[in-house]
């Protein structure tokens, strides 16, 4: 939770300083953004056949609070952008006496954004998505499952100062994955993710 009030520390500073500056593109944009709306649906098929006893659907509504995300895109003139998301978290402890098994998660995922003008200092954005994503549990074995993610977000930037925008968006991603344990993985199985929902994020150019 850090890092918006870092990002709107650094939008109050930055419009000022950036208030005569003529240049078009050359900027850096910072973002973080959450879940607003989350529905993820995973399904599990072997050999082709989906395994309807394996489909799992999870609805959440959070503020501030649910998929976290932080951005860093080069901005190309007014309109384009390029760049990419990455995030890393670890979680470890104990249960009674014993450890309890280790998770991590890892995103590194390419970006960008087309930003179109509508007035009033509010922007339509289209940013497609393309990465990987992966979760591993260590516990007596070595679980891991990796997805090749693909999507976009379309959305809205609404203009607080000149380098500052809290931003609205739709989001819809879809992952296609494997399971291993301790390396191993059976080809048959095949795990897919999808997700949809609404993100609320605050960006700042610097």
Do not use: C, W
């Not at 056949?49 to 003139?77: H, K």
């Not at 995030?87 to 098994?101: C, V």
């Amino acid at each position: 939770m850090t890092m918006m009030p870092l990002l709107l520390a650094l939008g109050v500073a930055a419009g000022p300083a950036h208030a005569k500056k003529k240049k078009s593109g050359g900027d850096i944009r910072l973002k973080y953004s959450t879940d607003l709306v989350d529905v993820t649906i995973d399904k599990t098929a072997y050999d082709g056949e989906e395994l309807e006893d394996q489909e799992q659907r999870v609805t959440t509504l959070s503020l501030l609070d649910q998929g976290n995300r932080f951005e860093a895109t080069y901005m190309l003139g007014n309109s384009m952008e390029v760049g990419g998301i990455v995030g890393m978290s670890q979680s470890r402890g104990t249960i009674g006496d014993n450890e309890a098994p280790t998770q991590r998660h890892a995103q590194v995922l390419l970006t960008g954004a087309y930003n179109l003008g509508v007035g009033n200092g509010t922007r339509v954005f289209f940013q497609p998505i393309l990465g990987l994503d992966q979760t591993s549990t260590e516990d007596e074995t070595e679980e891991k499952l990796r997805y090749v993610v693909v999507g976009a977000d379309v959305g809205l930037r609404l203009k607080l100062n000149k380098k500052t925008t809290f931003d609205v968006a739709a989001e819809a991603l879809r992952g296609a994955g494997k399971a291993t344990v301790d390396g191993e993985s059976d080809d048959k199985l095949t795990i897919t993710q999808t997700q949809a929902g609404l993100r609320l994020g605050l960006s700042v150019r610097l």
